[in-house]
Protein backbone atom coordinates (compact mmCIF):
# COMPACT_ATOMS: atom_id res chain seq x y z
CA UNK A 1 0.00 0.00 0.00
CA UNK A 2 2.80 2.56 0.87
CA UNK A 3 4.38 1.55 -2.61
CA UNK A 4 1.13 2.70 -4.61
CA UNK A 5 0.50 6.08 -2.76
CA UNK A 6 4.17 6.75 -3.14
CA UNK A 7 4.41 6.07 -6.98
CA UNK A 8 0.52 8.11 -7.08
CA UNK A 9 2.72 10.82 -4.89
CA UNK A 10 5.23 10.39 -8.05
CA UNK A 11 2.46 10.82 -10.70
CA UNK A 12 0.97 13.55 -8.80
CA UNK A 13 4.08 15.49 -8.55
CA UNK A 14 5.54 15.26 -12.07
CA UNK A 15 1.78 15.52 -13.79
CA UNK A 16 1.17 18.70 -11.91
CA UNK A 17 4.62 20.52 -11.83
CA UNK A 18 4.33 23.13 -13.65
CA UNK A 19 1.15 24.09 -10.82
CA UNK A 20 3.36 23.05 -8.16
CA UNK A 21 6.48 25.45 -9.28
CA UNK A 22 4.10 28.86 -9.99
CA UNK A 23 2.45 28.36 -6.72
CA UNK A 24 5.64 28.11 -5.05
CA UNK A 25 7.26 30.90 -6.72
CA UNK A 26 4.03 33.02 -5.40
CA UNK A 27 4.57 32.19 -2.07
CA UNK A 28 8.25 32.48 -1.86
CA UNK A 29 7.54 35.84 -4.14
CA UNK A 30 4.87 37.02 -1.05
CA UNK A 31 7.46 35.74 1.09
CA UNK A 32 10.51 38.47 0.11
CA UNK A 33 8.09 41.20 -0.40
CA UNK A 34 6.46 40.79 2.74
CA UNK A 35 9.94 40.70 4.18
CA UNK A 36 11.18 43.83 2.53
CA UNK A 37 7.89 45.68 3.68
CA UNK A 38 7.76 44.61 7.05
CA UNK A 39 10.70 47.07 8.58
CA UNK A 40 9.21 49.99 7.25
CA UNK A 41 5.87 48.81 8.22
CA UNK A 42 6.77 48.19 11.33
CA UNK A 43 8.30 51.55 12.04
CA UNK A 44 5.54 53.07 11.11
CA UNK A 45 3.32 51.35 13.18
CA UNK A 46 5.42 52.95 16.39
CA UNK A 47 4.06 56.33 14.55
CA UNK A 48 0.30 54.75 15.33
CA UNK A 49 -0.09 54.74 11.39
CA UNK A 50 -1.88 51.32 10.49
CA UNK A 51 0.23 48.23 8.94
CA UNK A 52 -2.77 47.83 6.37
CA UNK A 53 -2.59 51.40 5.05
CA UNK A 54 1.20 51.45 5.07
CA UNK A 55 1.61 48.22 2.69
CA UNK A 56 -1.51 49.74 0.85
CA UNK A 57 0.62 53.11 0.29
CA UNK A 58 3.71 51.31 -0.35
CA UNK A 59 1.92 49.43 -2.99
CA UNK A 60 0.45 52.73 -4.48
CA UNK A 61 3.83 54.08 -3.85
CA UNK A 62 5.50 51.07 -6.56
CA UNK A 63 2.76 51.39 -8.80
CA UNK A 64 2.88 55.20 -9.06
CA UNK A 65 6.79 54.61 -9.56
CA UNK A 66 6.22 52.08 -12.38
CA UNK A 67 3.59 54.17 -14.10
CA UNK A 68 5.80 57.21 -13.98
CA UNK A 69 8.56 55.03 -15.39
CA UNK A 70 6.79 53.79 -17.90
CA UNK A 71 5.61 57.35 -18.95
CA UNK A 72 9.25 58.67 -19.36
CA UNK A 73 10.44 55.89 -21.04
CA UNK A 74 7.49 55.39 -23.49
CA UNK A 75 8.30 58.23 -25.72
CA UNK A 76 12.08 57.70 -25.84
CA UNK A 77 11.31 54.46 -27.15
CA UNK A 78 9.32 55.19 -29.73
CA UNK A 79 11.48 57.97 -30.71
CA UNK A 80 14.35 55.34 -31.06
CA UNK A 81 12.49 52.78 -33.05
CA UNK A 82 11.58 55.49 -35.37
CA UNK A 83 14.74 56.65 -35.72
CA UNK A 84 15.59 53.28 -36.41
CA UNK A 85 13.05 52.39 -38.74
CA UNK A 86 13.74 55.11 -40.81
CA UNK A 87 17.85 55.25 -41.03
CA UNK A 88 18.43 51.78 -40.17
CA UNK A 89 18.70 50.46 -43.43
CA UNK A 90 20.66 53.70 -44.38
CA UNK A 91 22.85 52.94 -41.99
CA UNK A 92 23.34 49.62 -42.64
CA UNK A 93 23.81 49.44 -46.26
CA UNK A 94 26.63 52.01 -45.17
CA UNK A 95 28.49 49.52 -42.63
CA UNK A 96 28.38 46.62 -44.89
CA UNK A 97 30.29 49.03 -48.17
CA UNK A 98 32.77 49.84 -45.41
CA UNK A 99 33.15 46.86 -44.23
CA UNK A 100 33.35 44.83 -48.10
CA UNK A 101 35.77 47.71 -49.15
CA UNK A 102 38.23 46.28 -46.80
CA UNK A 103 39.83 43.22 -48.45
CA UNK A 104 40.71 40.91 -45.86
CA UNK A 105 37.62 41.55 -44.07
CA UNK A 106 35.75 40.76 -47.57
CA UNK A 107 36.31 37.14 -47.49
CA UNK A 108 34.58 36.73 -43.58
CA UNK A 109 31.61 38.87 -44.30
CA UNK A 110 28.30 36.86 -46.41
CA UNK A 111 26.78 38.54 -49.26
CA UNK A 112 23.76 41.05 -48.60
CA UNK A 113 21.54 38.72 -50.29
CA UNK A 114 22.20 35.76 -48.08
CA UNK A 115 22.35 38.43 -44.97
CA UNK A 116 19.24 39.80 -45.64
CA UNK A 117 17.65 36.05 -46.04
CA UNK A 118 18.89 35.34 -42.61
CA UNK A 119 17.39 38.55 -41.46
CA UNK A 120 14.37 37.50 -42.75
CA UNK A 121 14.09 34.14 -40.90
CA UNK A 122 15.14 35.46 -37.63
CA UNK A 123 12.34 37.74 -37.39
CA UNK A 124 9.83 35.25 -39.08
CA UNK A 125 11.39 32.84 -35.61
CA UNK A 126 11.79 35.73 -33.31
CA UNK A 127 8.13 37.61 -33.69
CA UNK A 128 6.15 34.69 -32.84
CA UNK A 129 8.00 34.41 -29.57
CA UNK A 130 7.48 38.29 -28.76
CA UNK A 131 4.12 37.65 -29.03
CA UNK A 132 4.18 34.61 -27.16
CA UNK A 133 5.86 36.43 -24.69
CA UNK A 134 3.54 39.47 -24.62
CA UNK A 135 0.11 36.54 -23.92
CA UNK A 136 2.81 35.22 -20.80
CA UNK A 137 2.91 38.78 -19.69
CA UNK A 138 -0.56 39.06 -19.43
CA UNK A 139 -0.74 35.62 -17.87
CA UNK A 140 1.25 37.26 -15.24
CA UNK A 141 -1.31 39.43 -14.61
CA UNK A 142 -3.38 37.27 -11.61
CA UNK A 143 -0.33 35.48 -10.44
CA UNK A 144 1.18 39.18 -9.61
CA UNK A 145 -2.10 40.42 -7.48
CA UNK A 146 -2.29 37.00 -5.60
CA UNK A 147 1.21 37.72 -5.02
CA UNK A 148 0.30 41.37 -3.45
CA UNK A 149 -2.38 40.08 -1.56
CA UNK A 150 -0.60 37.39 0.02
CA UNK A 151 2.47 39.96 1.43
CA UNK A 152 -0.42 42.16 2.28
CA UNK A 153 -2.20 39.61 4.81
CA UNK A 154 1.88 38.48 5.80
CA UNK A 155 2.65 41.95 6.66
CA UNK A 156 -0.55 42.88 8.89
CA UNK A 157 -0.99 39.78 10.59
CA UNK A 158 2.10 39.13 12.69
CA UNK A 159 0.89 35.54 13.20
CA UNK A 160 0.41 34.28 9.71
CA UNK A 161 4.01 35.07 9.51
CA UNK A 162 4.79 32.96 12.18
CA UNK A 163 2.48 30.10 11.06
CA UNK A 164 4.17 30.28 7.55
CA UNK A 165 7.72 29.98 9.03
CA UNK A 166 6.72 26.69 10.80
CA UNK A 167 5.41 25.30 7.69
CA UNK A 168 8.98 26.06 5.92
Known amino acids: MALLLLAFTG ?3 TTHFPLILEISTILLGAFLLSLAIAPLAE ?5 RVPLGVTVLSIYIGLIGLASV ?7 V ?8 RTH ?4 FQELMTH ?3 LPWLNRWLPSLGTLSQQATSLLNTLL ?5 TAVDLGDLTPN ?6 LAYFLVTDGALSERFMALL
Not at 88 to 91: D, E, I, V
Not at 128 to 132: R, S
Request: aromatic share 4%.
Open 43 to 47: RLARW
Open 128 to 132: PTLLN
Open 77 to 84: IDTQTQQL
Open 69 to 75: LGDLLAP
Open 144 to 149: ALVLLV
Open 88 to 91: GPAL
Open 99 to 101: LTA
Open 11 to 13: WLA
